[in-house]
Nanobody, 120 residues
């Protein structure tokens, strides 16, 4: 199994910044893609950004230019730097890790989430 623990959430004023961190532990070999999703109250969970073990990134359009995902493979960590935060960025942010179990089986593991609240 893969365990993911997020940290760094909190309350910030609009225009401010936060940096989320996520550490992976357990059966972490063969993890390729790691990422961040978020879920706002009353809304569906949505992609924020992903990053491969090689460093290729993908962002949701609304996050481009404001959020930056990065990864430290040696520390089994993924980060999300969030700048110019807006009240609509308020959500629970989840860390994910996709593990390749072989034979075509890939499972996405999820953390418990960390709350980000942006006040206006």
């Amino acid at each position: 199994q893969v365990q993911l623990v997020e940290s760094g959430g909190g309350l910030v004023q609009a225009g401010g910044s936060l940096r989320l961190s996520c550490v992976a532990s357990g059966s972490i070999f063969s993890i390729n893609v790691m990422g961040w999703y978020r879920q706002a109250p009353g809304k569906q969970r949505e992609l924020v950004a992903t990053i491969t073990s090689g460093g290729s990134t993908n962002y949701a359009d609304s996050m481009k230019g404001r959020f930056t995902i990065s990864r430290d493979n040696a520390k089994n960590m993924v980060y999300l730097q969030m700048n110019s935060l807006k009240p609509e960025d308020t959500a629970v942010y989840y860390c994910t890790a996709e593990k390749d179990y072989g034979r075509g089986v890939k499972v996405e593991h999820w953390g418990q989430g960390t709350q980000v609240t942006v006040s206006s």
